[in-house]
């Protein structure tokens, strides 16, 4: 079946500027979250979803960041008044369920370069 | 805090000889270990994982881990490398109460023809 989809696969931002990234996570999966990978930092945790519903937003590096899932399927990633500094590959996965033996399956990414 | 650490940035191997990329963890509790790999400009797919039971984990495309609780570690293994294994490598640890990931730096595995 299909896999995790992110859209798009590269962004190419001004400094200042607005960004949407998008996740489709595997179908009938429950919980999605959002990773970013950036040579500074490595992989990095940003937010969890179950459902609709974000109980650990703790990895949102500021208030810039923000996220929604609707349906509990497609998620946005939001990124507001860009920085040079937001520039990384993020990185979304998905699991049937967020238990502790559950494997999170990842998407390709979203490479984001702000200029 | 649960944490993963891999000590090798880049290994190097010869095609047909066996790899080890090292891993080892820290955690409160029972561990719940992953294994990725990541291919350039691609993300990251799962190889395998020890939950429980048998302390050497098989996986996808050759490889296996073992789990050695007295040392904490899980390294990654393969007896024989092909040079298309070449690719960044990253162990995870389960962590928190929503199971997010934490990973490892991450190790470059190149294996020369």
């Known amino acids: 079946g299909a896999g995790v989809s992110q859209s798009p696969s590269n962004k190419v931002t001004e400094k200042g500027k607005d960004v949407e990234l998008r996740c489709d996570p595997i179908?009938?999966?429950?919980?999605l979250y959002w990773y970013r990978q950036s040579l500074g930092q490595g992989l990095e945790f940003l937010i969890y979803?179950?459902?609709?519903?974000?109980?650990?937003k703790s990895g949102l590096p500021s208030d810039r960041f923000s996220a929604e899932r609707t349906g509990g399927s497609v998620s946005t990633l939001t990124i507001q008044r860009t920085q040079q500094e937001d520039s990384a590959v993020y990185l979304c996965?998905?699991?049937?369920?967020?238990?502790?033996?559950?494997?999170?399956?990842f998407g390709p990414g979203t490479r984001l370069t702000v200029l | 805090a649960q944490s993963v650490a891999q000590p090798e940035d880049q290994v190097n191997v010869a095609e047909g000889n066996p790899l080890t990329v090292k891993c080892t963890y820290s955690?409160?509790?029972?561990?719940?270990l992953f294994w990725y790999v990541q291919y350039p400009n691609r993300g990251l797919q799962f190889l395998l994982k020890y939950i429980t039971g048998d302390n050497l984990v098989k996986g996808s495309y050759g490889f296996e881990a073992e789990f050695n609780k007295s040392q904490t570690s899980f390294h990654l293994k393969k007896p024989s490398a092909l040079v298309s294994d070449s690719a960044l490598y990253f162990c995870?640890?389960?962590?928190?109460?929503?199971?997010?990931?934490?990973f490892g730096t991450g190790t470059l595995l190149a294996v020369q023809p």
């Open positions: 955690v409160s509790g029972n561990p719940y």
């Open positions: 979803f179950q459902g609709n519903s974000a109980p650990d």
């Open positions: 995870a640890v389960k962590g928190g109460a929503t199971n997010k990931l934490i």
């Open positions: 179908s009938g999966h429950t919980a």
């Open positions: 996965a998905s699991s049937a369920i967020a238990g502790e033996a559950n494997t999170q399956y």
